[in-house]
């Protein structure tokens, strides 16, 4: 097996330099940060969507209960309970 000559072995056990350990350090918080951006803007979009789809379920609920109070459901008749038969 070949190994790309820029490949950087995470198990390889050569100590480091300040400068090296200094460089990875700075491109994990580098890359971090930038994780951690895309996560909240991936959550301010789903927070917008959520605020969408709450305003037009409300809308139609509105919609429906303004509808049902213009034209009340008849109202049904009652039946007449059943008689227990007694044995």
Sequence with gaps: MMRAANF????DDEPKSAAELKEIR?????????EGIKAMADIA???IE???RTAS??????????????NPPE???K?????????
């Design 26 to 34: 700075l491109n994990r918080k580098l890359a971090q940060d930038a």
């Design 57 to 70: 379920l409300r809308a139609i609920r509105l919609a429906k209960e303004a509808a049902d109070r213009d």
């Design 79 to 87: 039946t007449k309970p059943k008689k227990k038969k007694t044995t």
């Design 45 to 47: 979009a789903a927070d």
């Design 8 to 11: 950087e072995d995470p198990m």
């Design 75 to 77: 109202a049904k008749t």
């Design 50 to 52: 959520i605020r969408k």
